[in-house]
């Protein structure tokens, strides 16, 4: 007999994760991003402000979005003055990202709005509690 959708984790899961989206939307649409630029772009800064310049591959992997969406993400947000795009000097193929001085005004404030909202969000349950359930499922390790 199958499980009623009450009882089944992927059906809450996927109830979940529509709740969260549209709660992540919400804060961030008066930023004027969308979810997935709001990642891409906080990824990019994380990166700058390690020092690197991350190339479109190494961002689309850190982000797990796909390469392609990853280009066509990074062309609207770079209309948007919020990142540049430069050619890679050792790889004339890839491009290097950076983000401008107003990607970097507004990314730290769009990961508060967005903290702010996962705090709310996860308040039923203690963060480190969440943060090892969503770390194990996220990376699953291969049985030994």
């Excluded at 630029?37 to 992997?61: D, H, I, K, M, Y």
């Excluded at 609207?76 to 540049?84: C, I, P, R, S, Y």
């Excluded at 790889?91 to 967005?114: C, H, I, Q, S, Y």
């Amino acid at each position: 007999m199958p499980l009623s959708p009450g009882e089944s984790p992927g059906f809450l899961l996927w109830h979940a994760t529509l709740r969260w989206q549209r709660d992540i939307a919400a804060v961030l649409a008066p930023l004027g991003l969308t979810h997935v630029q709001f990642v891409l772009l906080a990824c990019a800064w994380w990166f700058n402000s390690q020092g690197e310049q991350p190339n479109q591959l190494t961002l689309a992997r850190q982000a797990g979005i796909d390469v392609k969406m990853t280009s066509q993400v990074l062309r609207a947000l770079e209309g948007k003055g919020l990142v540049e795009r430069e050619v890679d000097p050792a790889d004339t193929r890839a491009k290097r990202l950076r983000v401008t001085d107003a990607g970097a005004e507004l990314a730290p404030r769009a990961m508060t709005a967005v903290e702010r909202a996962d705090a709310l969000f996860f308040q039923p349950v203690p963060v480190d509690d969440a943060v090892a359930l969503l770390g194990r499922l996220a990376h699953p390790h291969p049985p030994s």
